[in-house]
Structure formats: structure tokens, C-alpha cells
């Protein structure tokens, strides 16, 4: 008989979104009529159509594979030179980052390789992550078994939980004493829409070289920074090159959720180590993972990613950024005068208002959903420091935006 | 400091690609001449254009993407209810077979499948493969630390090897007293080329129910099946929903090599069980990876896929798999006719062929080289039952295939 991965059962039933789905479907069937108004700022998905250059690119390549001299089949597992050479020098050669062509992974989404990541590391890392969390770096690590069961409290055994606050401008300190092998950052961050500054992230690379640790940096939302002064790659701290591996996403620049591309940073001074000691490049162990588990991402979809990089393409993707912001900004207010207390939403396309006092985040949630018929998650989703929040995706068309915003102002809080 | 996982580290330096580019370069720099006139029957790549029926589906579905109205962003993690619904009734219900829509997992192809599915199975799993073998299997194995070292014999310990022989016609029998857990089953075979019988197949589906395994099977190269009486899916074998899971693929019929799809079988029916002895739906758990791993496969692309199920795609696909088996036609009688014994290519886009006296497979592979720069893959690549055959990749031009039994015409064995 086949063993299952028994590291599976130790998750609970559902990811925070099922729940959700049950409570909207529970409202339609108790009133129709509100099931109808209903306005979804919940999960972080784009709604406006892709960039024109995209819609092109994904054309002309398509034309190209309808004919035998410019068809092609089986791409390079980590991704095609020309997508690799433009990321390489638009994200980071130009901004006097050095980053290699060949130190660039393209995948088919920064959330697959989050999880990834985890099958070229060991078992026994200790692994620290924020609190609160975008709920793949900790359900990958349970899946992988670096962690132990789900405690009453909410939290796995064997994790790091960072807590992200109000006190701390939800930015955690390196810890002084624990060890963490494996950290896991992200900014600007989901979901409390905080931005991390460049001396709070060069506080962390110290902490990883001093400990010869390894920091996951994700910065799916990097295009929504709107001040130069702040970090939009970890590589900007130049020990990062030996301690970090950094995930991009064309989801939320490009409006790429439905199209799937994004890429991993994996330089080569990036090492881990064997249990006698040796040390290994993380660089050659990811190619390998590439070259046996991928036949790489879909040739049209690269030339599509591709087009971003345009000057056409990059006044496109700062067209969709500004709609987005100036969601958030519309949310932010709205919020505000309705008297809640609202973070991010400034660098971050989500919004994280406090709950009113005596009101739990699940509680905001049905009052958001029951007075406003508007959806929202709720903080405790992702952690227990996101009790006493709610995150509002700006995420949304402007019509839906300022009708949540009307529909707030009718509340009383 | 990070542990990384040290089974990577018992793959050796290369792939057997690696060796045979290493090779052709060698050939490069002392013949230039002979390099200009290579022609590449290696790797299993298509060569002739995408169905212009998934061109316009591409086309079509971009235009979708281009308008607010029709935008679509994240789509449900394990396909589109129209792949998957198209898929259930085209593959599986039109032919008496109980599969259903929600049984159906769409992915970026089955290369990915074939070491996903891995990961929602526990160590301790005996697994079985053939010998030769598609490499892809035993390196995600190994990498799975389902495996001890590489053996001086060219082997994994732990690994029970298959031979596939022209004295079994390739296809082995299941073992009598040895017991597996896993097994990996692929006919159309790559790389023989074989095919597997109705009554063949019938005794590994009991082989797995009296043992309680669980058969891998690999249709990859389903479409290139030219008689009806062979078993296009296992699930024509009634007991197989129990004890099997099966991996499609878009690339070999639809020519997606480049554009990426694929898909896996696995029916509710299929349990595996805890180290307690208790059983598990891997259907549940093959759900959550997708869940947690994935955002799903880009909608172009699935609808690219969808298209090839219309009867104008159905007419597309049928001329690409006229044209590669014509191919493999025309393969055979060549190597024939040079008096070479050959196997395979008749249900598949493969031939087998055989060495003369004395000559190894990369001896056989450096003759078709430098004498007719004309690249194979040596069979020893694919395991030590490997040994004394080369493969022949129907995928090409047929300009390209009448040239090289040209070419094969003036050498002597």
C-alpha cells in the first residue's frame, strides 16, 4: 500500500478563502437582493484588462508559432535568454544591481515558486516567517514537514512567528537570541500594505550573514513603491547577493494573474550546506530542479512578459499602478472617516484597517458584509496579529471603489 | 546555516543531453563543414506549426484579456470548468470511460506532473520503472530520497528496474514475488516506442489491486496509437479508477512543446494510506497542492488546449500525428533497408533501433554523427537495458527525415 505525505494532514480543512466563499454564499441565500450589491475587495486579483504591448506580444508570438521557419517547441527549462537579459538589465543592471542574466528563473508565478524553493532545501531548517502572512510560505512549509502539528493557538510548532504590529510598524526586528535559518520577507507586504526601509532590511542581512542564513525575499508588489528612497530589491544591501533569494511576479504589475509569469532571483553566491558541512550553491541545485521538473513557461506568455519592459509597456504598467493607488488612497479616506485606523495602502495595493474596539476581524468582516455588502478578509486569516484587522484590496475598478466608499459612509462604526 | 536537500546531490554532473550537445560541439569545432549539416532526430520536439486552431484560440482568448468586460484574472487552480468538462467528455466519456470534469487536473504539461505528484506521496514507497526508461522518473525519485545511491551498474539502490527487451517486446511483466508500490508505466513507450496490450495492461491493474499499488501511467504519446483495439487509457481497464493515476499531455498531439499543457487523471477512487494504516483520498491531496502550489495554467493557453477538441482541431491534430508517424514510416524502412533490426514507430513517434555486432549505443550514436551527422540518442542514456539501442525521434520536417535516409542509405553496418 502507497504512504501518503502525512505532512499534509496536519493543515485544517481550508485555506481563509473557502470560509469566505460559505459566509457570501449564506448571505445570498438569506437575501438575494444583497448577494446582487455585493462588491468583492477581498482576494488581491486584478480587474483591469492586460496592457495592450501584452496583448500584442501574446498575438505575434502566437503568429510566429503558426509557421514553420519561426515555430517553436521545448524553451530553456529556466526561461529564454531574451526574457532574462531584459529583466536582468531593467530590474537590476540599470539600477546598478548586479544581477546576471543567468542568475534569473522565470516560472509561471512567485506563488508556485515560493513552494519550490523548499524541495532544494533540507529538512531541519528552521524557518521564520511574519506575522501576519500570505498563507503559502507557511502552508509550503508544513507540505515539506518543517514544521510540527497546528497548536491551539493557531501556529505550527517549529515556526518563527515575527509579529508584525502597529508598534512596529509591521516590520519585525531580526530576533536577538533565536536562530532562523530560513526567513521568509516580504515588502511591500501582504497583507498589511507596510513598506520595510532600507535600514530595517540592511538590519536583516546582517542578521542572515552573521547566522549564514538564507532570506526569501518576495516583492510581488514592488511596482507599487511609490518613493525612490526606499528598497525595491533586497539586492540594493550589497551582502544580499550571498544570503538572498528574491521572487518577482508580473501578477500585480502587469495584470498577469490569468497570463502566469513571474521569476526568482537565485545568485550564485547563494550557498546552503550539506549535514557534514560542505557548502553547496543553491544557483546549480535550483537549475537542476529546473532542468528535471520544468519544460519552462509557455513561449507566448515570455514574450508577453517580455513586452512589459517596453517604453510603451512600462507606461502601461504605471497607468495600471496609479488606478490601483488611487484605490487605495480612495479606500484609505473612506475608512478614515468613517473613524477606523488604516494601514498601508501608500507602497501597497491593500488597505489593513484596525477594528473598532470589542470588534474582532471576523466581526468587521459580517458587519462589512451584512451593512455594506462589501468583502473583505479577515485579519485572523493570516495569523494571529491579524486579529483586530481586515485587509481591503484595492484591487478593483474605480466605480466599485467609490461605491464601497459611499456605502461606508452610511455606516456608523 | 541552511541544510539543502543532499539526494540532489546523488544525481550525476549531466542529463544525457548535456553529453550529446558536449558531443555535437565536439563534431562543431573539427568539422564545421559536418556541423552545418546536422540534423537533430535527438530530443522529442515538434517541428511542424501549431494548429492554426489554437492560434486563433490564442488570438481570441488575448482579445478577452484586452477588454475590462472580459478580463479574467486568477482561474480556479486546477483548470477551467470548459478544459476540464471538454477534456472529461472528449477523453474519456465519448468513450464509455467514467471519468469526470472535477477528476481532471490541467497543468503546464506532464514533465511537471510525473515529480509533482510526488510530493503529496510519503517516503517509503518501493517504486518500480522500466529499464530503459524516460529519465525524468527516476531522477524526480531520486530527488524525492525515494532512492539510496547510484549504483556502479548505472542504477539507483532502492529503485526495482523493469527490463524492457525485445524478448518481452518491451513491455515487462509485473513481478512475481518482489513487491512495488509505485509504478511507472508510459505507452506509447519513450523511449521503445512500444506499445502495451489490452490483455498486457489487464495484469498490471490486478497486479495493483492485489497489491494495493498505485500504476503511474504516462499516455503522452496516446494520439500516436493507430489501432483501436490498444488501450488509449488505462481506465479502459475497469479496476484501474482504483489504482491509478494518468498523466496527458498537449505536446505530443497538439504540438504544444512550446506552448505548455497538459494535464493529470486522478479519480476519487484512488486512496494511499498513513504510516497508521489509515486511508487517503489522493484526490483531496493532489486538490490541496494545486491549492496551495499553484495559480493554475495561463487562460490563453487553456483555451488553446480547449480548441484542439473541436472537430476542425480534432482534423489539425490527426494531420500533425499522420505526418510524424509517416515520419517514423519512412525511419524504419531506412535503418531496415541498412540492414539495422528496428523496434517501435508504429504507434509511436519513436524507432528503436538495434545495434549491429560489436557496436555500443554511443559507438552507434558517434558513427550516425560523423558519418551522417545525423543525431540519435544513445539508449544506454535511458538505462542499462538502454544499452545496444539508439533512439530515432520522428519529429521533424519530412524534408529533414527523406535526407537523412539518404544519408543512412550510404553508410555500411
Chains 1, 2 share one sequence.
Not at 138 to 144: E, H, L
Request: hydrophobic letters at 40%.
Amino acid at each position: 500500500m502507497v504512504f501518503i505525505n502525512e505532512h499534509y494532514l496536519k493543515l485544517p480543512g481550508g485555506y481563509i478563502f473557502p470560509e469566505i466563499a460559505r459566509r457570501v454564499d449564506a448571505l445570498g441565500r438569506a437575501d438575494p437582493a444583497a448577494a446582487q450589491r455585493i462588491i468583492h475587495c477581498g482576494i488581491g486579483d486584478v480587474t483591469e484588462p492586460l496592457p495592450l504591448v501584452a496583448v500584442s506580444a501574446l498575438n505575434a508570438a502566437a503568429a510566429e508559432l503558426s509557421r514553420r521557419e519561426t515555430f517553436r517547441g521545448y524553451g530553456p527549462a529556466v526561461g529564454y535568454g531574451f526574457l532574462q537579459e531584459c529583466i536582468s538589465r531593467h530590474d537590476f543592471r540599470e539600477r546598478g544591481l548586479q544581477i546576471d542574466a543567468s542568475e534569473i528563473f522565470v516560472s509561471d508565478g512567485a506563488k508556485g515558486d515560493c513552494g519550490d524553493i523548499l524541495e532544494i532545501l533540507g529538512p531541519g531548517n528552521h524557518v521564520a516567517v511574519a506575522d501576519p502572512v500570505y498563507p503559502v510560505y507557511v502552508d509550503t512549509n508544513v507540505m515539506a514537514g518543517n514544521t510540527t502539528a497546528l497548536c491551539t493557538d493557531g501556529g505550527y510548532g517549529g515556526l518563527m512567528y515575527l509579529p508584525c504590529t502597529p508598534e512596529n510598524d509591521f516590520v519585525p526586528a531580526p530576533p536577538k537570541s533565536e536562530k532562523a535559518e530560513l526567513i521568509y520577507l516580504c515588502y511591500p507586504n501582504n497583507p498589511t500594505g507596510a513598506m520595510i526601509s532600507r535600514e530595517q532590511l540592511s538590519e536583516w542581512v546582517e542578521y542572515a550573514m552573521a547566522n549564514d542564513s538564507i532570506i526569501l525575499y518576495d516583492v510581488a508588489y514592488q511596482a507599487y513603491i511609490s518613493e525612490p528612497d526606499l528598497p525595491r530589491s533586497i539586492y540594493e544591501i550589497p551582502d544580499a547577493r550571498s544570503c538572498a533569494i528574491e521572487f518577482h511576479s508580473f501578477s500585480k504589475n502587469g495584470g498577469f494573474t490569468g497570463v502566469r509569469c513571474g521569476y526568482t532571483v537565485c545568485p550564485r553566491s547563494v550557498t546552503g550546506r550539506t549535514r557534514e558541512g560542505r557548502r553547496v550553491g543553491l544557483h546549480e541545485l535550483w537549475t537542476r530542479r529546473f532542468q528535471t521538473r520544468s519544460n519552462g513557461v509557455s513561449y507566448v506568455v515570455q514574450r508577453a512578459a517580455e513586452a512589459l519592459y517596453t517604453p510603451d509597456g512600462q507606461k502601461q504598467v504605471a497607468a495600471l499602478i496609479e488606478h490601483y493607488l488611487g484605490n487605495a488612497r480612495i479606500l484609505r479616506e473612506g475608512c478614515r472617516r468613517l473613524g477606523l485606523t488604516v494601514y498601508g495602502g501608500v507602497h501597497a495595493p491593500y488597505v489593513w484597517v484596525a477594528c473598532p474596539e470589542g470588534v474582532d476581524s471576523w466581526g468587521l468582516f459580517e458587519r462589512l458584509l451584512e451593512e455594506a455588502n462589501v468583502v473583505v478578509i479577515p485579519g485572523a486569516g493570516f495569523g494571529r496579529c491579524g486579529e483586530g484587522f481586515v485587509r481591503i484590496s484595492a484591487f478593483n475598478t474605480r466605480q466599485n471603489v467609490e461605491e464601497v466608499v459611499r456605502r461606508l459612509a452610511g455606516m456608523k462604526m
